[in-house]
């Protein structure tokens, strides 16, 4: 497809499962961007990918989410442990700019993860 | 750091009529883009129009426009001869232009709903 792509659409886990998410970027685009947008808020930055590197990871709430670009295409977001607190939707954005800023961040449509 | 304010949570608007939505932010920067961006009920975010902070005049994109008070931090979008397809969550967000990660920086939205 020509769009960002992430998987699953829906994630229901019990509290304490470890979780995966994936995001399968535009062809070609060379930064990709994580963010977590909780109930009525505004999505907020995690993590940064060029290529396979991880530039920036501020944006991780804890040690218990880990993100990986091992070839520079598909991204996956792992959250272990989860808590009720991590329930939110995750998105994926990629751009052809290194660093996302001469070419607009394209957003995928999210994964709703609920944690029970 | 920065902060982005959306002081509207929700709004409405007759078809056709025009609306304007508002957002202020906070920054020591002097460098950096100011974006709206729209979630339609699909979730996927799509960039409806881009300010940069350096450049005086207004963006306009069709029937949306901006009003960018830079001494005032306030970044307003109008949407004229509203459609329903208008009708979605819209966030104001930041983005430093300096060195680093250019990562977006979301206010809370405001819901807008264009009424038949």
């Known amino acids: 497809g020509a769009g960002v792509s992430q998987s699953p659409r829906y994630k229901v886990a019990k509290r304490g499962q470890d979780v995966a998410l994936r995001c399968d970027p535009i062809?070609?685009?060379?930064?990709l961007f994580w963010y977590q947008q909780a109930l009525g808020q505004g999505p907020e930055f995690l993590t940064y990918?060029?290529?396979?590197?991880?530039?920036?990871k501020s944006g991780l709430p804890s040690d218990r989410f880990f993100a990986e670009r091992p070839e520079g295409s598909v991204s996956t977001l792992k959250i272990q442990r989860t808590q009720q607190e991590d329930s939110a939707v995750y998105l994926c954005?990629?751009?052809?700019?290194?660093?996302?800023?001469?070419?607009?961040?394209?957003f995928g449509d999210g994964t709703r993860l609920s944690i029970l | 750091a920065q902060t982005v304010t959306q002081s509207q949570p929700e709004m409405s608007v007759q078809e056709a009529e025009t609306v304007t939505l508002s957002c202020t932010y906070d920054t020591s920067e002097s460098n950096y883009y100011l974006f709206w961006y729209k979630q339609p009920p699909s979730r996927q975010m799509i960039l409806v129009i881009r300010q940069e902070a350096y450049k005086q005049q207004n963006a306009t994109e069709n029937r949306f426009s901006v009003n960018f008070q830079k001494a005032a931090k306030s970044f307003s979008l109008k949407i004229s001869d509203s459609q329903l397809g208008d009708t979605a969550m819209y966030f104001c967000a930041f983005m430093r232009g300096s060195s680093g990660t250019y990562k977006y920086i979301f206010g809370t939205g405001t819901r807008l709903k264009v009424l038949a």
């Open positions: 990918f060029q290529n396979e590197a991880q530039l920036d």
């Open positions: 062809s070609g685009h060379v930064s």
């Open positions: 954005a990629s751009s052809s700019s290194d660093r996302g800023l001469e070419q607009p961040q394209h």
